[in-house]
């Protein structure tokens, strides 16, 4: 993780992700040598090509400025959701997820607001009965319990993806 984001260091594209996200964060230090943080920043590149993830997190990157985190596969809110027994959906072409809670309602888990849609010409809203929108990539499990996910645990932080 960096910067709210997952970066799964196996898939290659994600990797090329990671690798510009990290070279622009360098690139826009306001104020500081580059110079200095070259040698840093060549590191972190290959440790990243190399996928070593335990040596991105264990390192002091850009006097803390910059800080790796391991995800775990049951820190993502689908896999959580599905571990406690829930029945999910996930969308194919966001980070959105469909599951059906305590009370058998679906709750639509996502980021950002379904964009409109065209019907005879005007556009109509994705109207849900029941949705949480997040900002950012977080989730804490105490907003899915008040929303009728009770068999989670209290005080957790997951992740949409």
Avoid: C
């Avoid at 990290?22 to 690139?27: D, G, R, T």
């Avoid at 980021?111 to 809203?125: L, M, Q, T």
Wanted: glycine letters at 6%; zero cysteines; hydrophobic letters at 35%.
């Amino acid at each position: 993780q960096l910067n709210e984001e997952i970066y799964d260091l196996t898939i290659t594209g994600l990797r090329k992700m990671l690798h510009d996200e990290v070279s622009e964060f360098f690139k826009n230090m306001d104020g500081e040598d580059h110079e200095e943080y070259r040698a840093e920043l060549e590191e972190i590149q290959t440790l990243i090509s190399e996928q070593n993830r335990v040596e991105l997190e264990a390192g002091f990157w850009a006097n803390g400025e910059i800080e790796f985190l391991t995800v775990s596969e049951t820190a993502y809110v689908l896999n959580a959701l599905q571990e406690a027994g829930y029945t999910t959906t996930e969308s194919s072409v966001s980070r959105s997820i469909y599951a059906i809670n305590d009370l058998g309602n679906e709750i639509r888990i996502s980021d950002h607001e379904r964009p409109a849609f065209e019907v005879n010409g005007s556009y109509e809203k994705h109207e849900y009965e029941n949705q949480i929108i997040v900002a950012g990539n977080e989730i804490n499990s105490n907003l899915l319990i008040k929303n009728g996910f009770s068999e989670l645990e209290e005080n957790l932080k997951y992740y949409l993806g």
